[in-house]
């Protein structure tokens, strides 16, 4: 008596190529919804103290930012590397965000920044107008006559001072100015 063999069914799964697996939305940073808008901000924010200080962990700097390390890497994933077992930040970025710098009636001028090296350098500025306000005179003399993302930045001494009022709520990453954001 010969025993009947049961043919096996090969079962095949629909073949996506990669580039259909891994095809995301883009959506334009100007549609993101407001909630979504102000956690990649902050995911920003957590790249930006990383770089700071090397020795803060990413989990430790996200839970300080109050984001997850989930989404940094949604937001910014080619700004995370491992390295020997841990996630170490990258040395810079060319990730885009709108910052906003004084002009010179005081009002927030928009700044399309393009990178971090963009981005740090816009803080120093600011920085150096606070001191310059302080008193501190010589604090803006390294950004005479010089630009950031073609933006001039306004370092002379007596619009600085008619302007000061302005620049007491004045942020590098918000315009309060009538609202605008």
């Given at each position: 008596?010969?025993?009947?063999?049961?043919?096996?069914?090969?079962?095949?799964?629909?073949?996506?190529?990669?580039?259909a697996?891994?095809?995301?939305?883009?959506?334009?940073l100007?549609?993101?919804?407001?909630?979504?808008?102000e956690?990649?901000?902050?995911?920003?924010?957590?790249?930006?103290?990383?770089?700071?200080?090397?020795?803060?962990?990413?989990?430790?700097?996200?839970?300080?930012?109050?984001v997850?390390?989930?989404?940094i890497?949604?937001?910014?994933?080619?700004?995370?590397?491992?390295?020997?077992?841990?996630?170490?930040?990258?040395?810079?970025?060319h990730?885009?965000?709108?910052?906003?710098?004084?002009?010179?009636?005081?009002?927030?001028?928009?700044?399309?920044?393009?990178?971090?090296?963009?981005?740090?350098?816009?803080?120093?500025?600011?920085?150096?107008?606070?001191?310059?306000?302080?008193?501190?005179?010589?604090?803006?003399?390294?950004?005479?006559?010089?630009?950031?993302?073609?933006?001039?930045?306004?370092?002379?001494?007596?619009?600085?001072?008619?302007?000061?009022?302005?620049?007491?709520?004045?942020?590098?990453y918000?315009?309060?100015?009538?609202?605008?954001?």
């Amino acid at each position: 008596m010969a025993r009947k063999q049961r043919g096996r069914q090969k079962v095949t799964r629909n073949k996506v190529s990669s580039s259909a697996r891994n095809n995301k939305t883009i959506v334009s940073l100007s549609r993101l919804p407001r909630r979504s808008s102000e956690a990649r901000e902050n995911a920003l924010h957590v790249l930006a103290a990383l770089r700071r200080d090397p020795s803060l962990s990413p989990t430790h700097a996200a839970r300080l930012q109050g984001v997850k390390l989930q989404t940094i890497k949604r937001y910014f994933p080619s700004a995370l590397k491992k390295s020997k077992g841990r996630l170490r930040v990258t040395a810079s970025d060319h990730f885009s965000t709108t910052l906003f710098v004084p002009d010179a009636h005081g009002n927030p001028v928009p700044v399309n920044t393009r990178s971090s090296k963009e981005r740090q350098q816009l803080s120093q500025y600011l920085h150096d107008l606070g001191r310059y306000l302080r008193g501190n005179r010589n604090a803006l003399s390294a950004w005479h006559g010089k630009q950031i993302a073609g933006i001039e930045l306004v370092t002379a001494g007596r619009t600085i001072k008619a302007i000061e009022p302005a620049l007491s709520e004045f942020s590098l990453y918000r315009a309060f100015n009538n609202g605008a954001e």
